[in-house]
Nanobody, 114 residues
Framework: QERLVESGGGLVQAGESLTLSCAAH????????IAWFRQPPGKERELVAR???????TYEAAVKGRFIISRDDAKNTMYLQMNSLKPEDTAVYYC????????WGQGTQVTVSS
């Protein structure tokens, strides 16, 4: 079974919102650093948002103020709420959890049309 299972991707229009979910199995997310990465077409994978094991939250400059990373410890699930989406947000999005070991979700496609 995959340790991180993503859901919530899809096709939306510019300006709309979308929330990605990443459910963890056999990993306790509250004990790890969690993050969302994305890989736009033809580009390298890049960090979008992160909650460190110390609770510090950071965002990539292009999404700051539009995206929100969060975690529900009762559900052992992380989320990425994406608001005011832009065509340049189009990418495959990956969730990540890590402490001494790293785990990745399978990736989910987000496409934003203009």
């Amino acid at each position: 079974q995959e340790r991180l299972v993503e859901s919530g991707g899809g096709l939306v229009q510019a300006g709309e919102s979308l929330t990605l979910s990443c459910a963890a199995h056999e990993i306790i997310l509250s004990f790890t650093t969690i993050a969302w990465f994305r890989q736009p077409p033809g580009k390298e994978r890049e960090l979008v948002a992160r909650i460190g094991h110390n609770g510090v939250v950071t965002y990539e400059a292009a999404v700051k103020g539009r995206f929100i990373i969060s975690r529900d410890d009762a559900k052992n699930t992380m989320y990425l709420q994406m608001n005011s989406l832009k065509p340049e947000d189009t990418a495959v999005y990956y969730c990540y959890a890590g402490v001494l070991e790293s785990w990745w979700g399978q990736g989910t496609q987000v496409t934003v049309s203009s």
